[in-house]
């Protein structure tokens, strides 16, 4: 069965940086595009990067562009997010979602993990 | 950026009642329209992608509709496990964008 489960959450203080990892399962890995979104507390969903199913294309939200970095390695069937310049605006869980084709428009998210907390606090 | 506007942002309903949640877009998404369930402390739910096609295992009483820009998520008879939050989501145009969500609760 397809699974996601994402890892590398934790508390961190502001300013510095932290990499998120979602290893992937029950399926071909490098035939779909990889996504992550993000819910802040109380709050709804934020849609924040895709890496296409090859790696060699990737989309951000307008609010993490610059700062955030979605790769993946289809060897081990993991996708990273790496965020730098924490700021208390990036406190939320953070999910991994398998996107339904290669990783361009016109597809959906079908699978989802439980996804990792992250808090930044001094 | 495609903004979402998705109404209401709360209802109250009973099992058995007939729910409606619209969701309008800010230009044309060609049908690329998903709508999710989510419930406390868990991972969103997807239940209709391209607008109106039922994803495999979800309850027939979902089901999605549009109008030009404008988009529904019907539950035809509400059930006590669909008490949850609902979010439509666009993926025409990356940035993909969600609605605000809608929070569906027992009367």
């Known amino acids: 069965q397809v699974q996601v489960v994402e890892s590398g959450g934790g508390v961190v203080q502001p300013g510095r940086s932290l990499r998120l990892s979602c290893a992937a399962s029950g399926f071909t890995f490098d035939d779909h595009g990889m996504h992550w979104v993000r819910q802040a507390p109380g709050k709804g969903l934020e849609w924040v990067a895709v890496i296409w199913y090859d790696g060699r294309n990737e989309f951000y939200g307008d609010s993490v562009k610059g700062r955030f970095t979605i790769s993946r390695d289809n060897s081990k069937n993991i996708v990273f997010l790496q965020i730098n310049n924490l700021t208390a605006e990036d406190t939320a869980v953070y999910y991994c979602?398998?996107?339904?084709?290669?990783?361009?428009?016109?597809?959906?998210?079908?699978?989802w993990g439980q996804g990792t907390q992250v808090t930044v606090s001094s | 950026d495609i903004q979402m506007t998705q109404s209401p942002s709360s209802v109250s309903a009973s099992v058995g009642d007939r729910v409606t949640i619209t969701c309008r877009a800010s230009?044309?998404?060609?049908?690329?329209l998903a709508w999710f369930q989510q419930k406390p402390g868990k991972a969103p739910k997807l239940l209709i992608y391209a607008a109106s096609s039922l994803q495999s295992g979800v309850p027939s009483r979902f089901s999605g509709s549009e109008s030009g820009t404008d988009f529904t998520l019907t539950i035809s008879s509400l059930q006590p496990e669909d008490f949850a939050t609902y979010y439509c989501q666009q993926a025409n145009s990356f940035p993909w964008t969600f609605g605000q969500g809608t929070k569906v609760e027992i009367k």
């Open positions: 979602a398998r996107g339904s084709g290669y990783g361009g428009n016109a597809e959906s998210l079908d699978y």
């Open positions: 230009q044309d998404i060609y049908s690329w």
